[in-house]
Structures are given as C-alpha cells and as structure tokens.
C-alpha cells in the first residue's frame, strides 16, 4: 500500500487527492492516452513530462486515488494569458518538442493542461473536485482565474451541419448538450471561442472551446 499525502478527499467520490509526484509518471501517461482515444498521442503528456511537471508545480497539479489505486488527476501550469487575443494552440503554450513543461513560475493565469478519469470511475463528481482544488490553487496564489481549451466531443456528430463556434453558442445557450463542455459551464466557466486546430483530433477536426474562469476574490476586489 502506497502512503498517499492527501489534500482533499471528495465529499461525494470518496477520492483521495495528493499533488502529483515524478514517481506516478508511468500511471498519469496511462490515464492521459486511456482518457483521449481520438486524440494525437503526441499532443498529450508522456512520461518524462509528468516527471517535468511534478518538479515545476507539483502546487496546481492533482491526481485522485481510490485506495491504492490512480483513477483521475487534473494538471495545468501558469502562464500568461492575453484575453484579447485567445486564439491558441496547445503547442503555443506547452513546446510540442517536449522541451520544457511551459509553466510560467510568475504567470498571472492557471492553464488547466488536462483533466482525466479512468472510464469505471465517472459520473462520481470527480471533475467537479479537481475543479475545485483548482480553483483554490488560483484563490492561494492570487491568479487572476483558470484558461484552457476544453474538448468538445460532441462537435463530431453535428460538424457537417454547423460551425464550431455555433455548436459552442448552441451549447452555452443550452439548446445542444455536450458532455464536457456542459459540465464545465455547470461548474462556473465561460464558453469564449472555437480554438482551431487547437490539438489534433479527427474525430472534431482539431477544434476546442476557450474556456475562462474567473477568480471572484480578484474581481470583488478582496
């Protein structure tokens, strides 16, 4: 049995939630490519990049355990973010040749880079916890809020009859359902902007949304 240091356990999942260590790298490379079967393997997280990223802010980064076993984590770094200019790849912010994590140690912005649960253990509000662990990081730190570029699955059964921008505003204004796109709406963020080729993924020719959460003790002025 593996001693986990916990920050959180979810009230409803039961998870236990600890910052991510280099050693898991092996496991979180396993979930990454298990939880985005559409998308380019190259595009996400290997190995040695979680090791990477568990020694550059090992603070933002999560994985949630059931017992001795790692079934979800949700990871980002900071950066810097120009809302007047969103339109980005994921290329833009973490180098496609692997040569660093991207994070930014004084960056103003959280960049949510990926977020996964293992295919038995959804619809327990997992992501809804990592969200909230997220969201206190931009609480501590005084980040002004949480960017990234959300995958939109459901775009693929209706791209032959709408934009991807319109099947965003469909969504946000609740006329279509996406799985994950809905569910990060439900949990307080902005639906922006289609982000194109934003990383490879056929199944929705390479589109995301631009999603932006904003943290409340800034704009309150606390």
């Not at 959804?122 to 662990?133: N, S």
């Not at 459901?154 to 006329?175: L, S």
Request: some cysteine.
């Amino acid at each position: 049995m593996r001693e986990i240091e916990a920050v959180s356990v979810g009230e409803r999942s039961g998870l236990a939630y600890a910052r991510i260590l280099p050693e898991w790298a092996a496991e979180l490379e396993a979930l990454e490519l298990a939880s985005h079967p559409t998308a380019d393997p190259h595009d996400l997280y290997d190995a040695a990049e979680f090791v990477q990223l568990a020694h550059d802010f090992s603070e933002g980064c999560f994985a949630g355990f059931d017992g001795d076993e790692l079934v979800a984590m949700g990871v980002g770094i900071r950066c810097d973010f120009d809302l007047a200019n969103p339109i980005h790849t994921i290329a833009d912010l973490v180098p496609d040749d692997h040569s660093s994590s991207g994070h930014v140690p004084d960056g103003r912005w959280y960049y949510g880079t990926s977020i996964a649960t293992r295919l038995s253990h959804r619809r327990r509000g997992i992501g809804a916890e990592l969200y909230v662990l997220r969201k206190q990081v931009c609480i501590d730190l005084g980040l002004d809020g949480i960017v990234a570029g959300g995958v939109i699955p459901g775009f693929a059964n209706h791209k032959t009859e709408m934009t991807a921008d319109e099947y965003i505003a469909e969504v946000r204004d609740g006329r279509l359902y996406d799985r994950t796109l809905s569910f990060q709406l439900e949990n307080g963020f902005e639906a922006v902007c289609g982000l194109p080729n934003y990383i490879t993924d056929p199944a929705t020719d390479s589109w995301a949304a631009l999603i932006v959460w904003h943290n409340p003790d800034l704009q309150s002025g606390a």
